[in-house]
């Protein structure tokens, strides 16, 4: 096996396997952005008269091509090498010679696969970003259209009061902006530069840091080296965080279509298209859909715990146990898109019944109502309450009156046109413009 830290002696193969793991695999999805990495590192070094002006000259050309190439999804990782830094030395080795062997003055694979990761999570966090902002201009939309249609809402599983389409789909648009908050905190945490911090001690090559750092469009960089390499997990888990957040409210969400789509409640149905069937019952029509969504969201909210646990009881310094982060890392992104893009297609599609409030079963639902309207004929509310009260026991109550909910955030009052004020605010303060343009001026020709 090829290895960027080989001595002459060979290592068992069993144990060369098991340390490798899942490396080759998951560093794939790495390939683009360890390549970007190397693109700012050898332009530094360049600069720093540790490469000439003609070494630069040959490697960036082969460089940008092997960007183009992985980030088209046909970078591999031969069998016999351990994992994307080692591939991507080889190459430029095959193809340059020498001057290949160059590019890793400085730089260390710990601080390589910290920037790798960073940069990668950085571009995925901003593709998931976007299909927030599909499910929540859904949401919304669909808020807007049912705002007049009312239906009961519960607390402890028990009718509780009116509340509305509008209101049920506009709580979870706002829970959305919410969660790109947090996830705008996450991106702060992950847009610092941890490249120089080689080992997690620095170097004594006269590195510039502030040079890759503006490279590669990071808003700042990791200062101390050691805590650049700490700080391995510790992003990882504070992404992952960000991720269950929003896994969190739309996985309630499922859950709301799961119960609401039964016969018990019959609020919402899906197309017929969207269901699935038994094997044995004729009659079924399954909202497997929202229950995968549910499942995928939980095992997404539990991905923060995992990185805590395998990272809970290390020092400072770099450990193997790091590795294995990845392998719950890596996927998350791709779980949680593939989740967001299904939702959307659902909630666009979910069809609410109309004059729910009508059936007998949710009377009670309008007790407020009725206490606040005596209320507004001068009784005291406690009184109110336990007139109303008394009337539900003995079955004489009955709401003759109207739904008149003026406040923010209520019934006849949603505050839509806030809550994508504030979506907007959130969304434009993501740098993503200042990403793109960094990159795209590190690979062009």
Known sequence: MNKLWDKGFEVDEKIAAFTVGRDRELDVSLAPYDILGTIAHVTMLESRGLLTREDLEKLLPELRKMYQKAAAGEFAIDPDVEDVHSQVEM???????????????????????????RLFARARMEKTVGKVKVLFDILQERSEECKDILMPGYTHLQVAMPSSFGLWFGAYAESL??????????????????????????????????????????????????????????????????????????????????????????????????????SIMPHKKNPDVFELIRSHCNRIQGIPNDIGLITGNLPSGYFRDLQLIKEVFIPMFSELDDVLDIAAYAMKNVQVAGNLMDNPVYNAAFSVEEANRLVEEGVPFRDAYRRVADEIMDGSFRFKGSINHTHEGSVGNLCNDRIAARMEGILSSFPFGRVSAALTSLVKD
């Open 91 to 117: 190459d430029l080795t095959r193809k340059l010679g020498d001057l290949g062997k160059k590019i890793h003055t400085g730089r260390s694979r710990n601080d390589q696969v910290a920037v790798d990761l």
């Open 177 to 278: 902006a919410d969660d790109l908050a947090v996830m705008k905190g996450a991106w702060e945490v992950n847009d610092r530069n941890p490249l120089g911090s080689a080992a997690g001690y620095g170097s004594s090559a006269p590195l510039d840091r502030g040079l890759t750092t503006r490279l590669l469009g990071f808003g700042d960089l990791d200062f101390n080296s050691v805590y650049a390499q700490m700080g391995r997990g510790k992003v990882e888990k504070t992404i992952a965080f960000a991720y269950a957040g929003i896994a969190g409210t739309v996985g309630k969400l499922a859950m709301d279509c799961c119960l609401f789509n039964s016969q018990n409640f019959g609020f919402i149905r899906l197309p017929d298209s969207l269901t699935t069937g038994s």
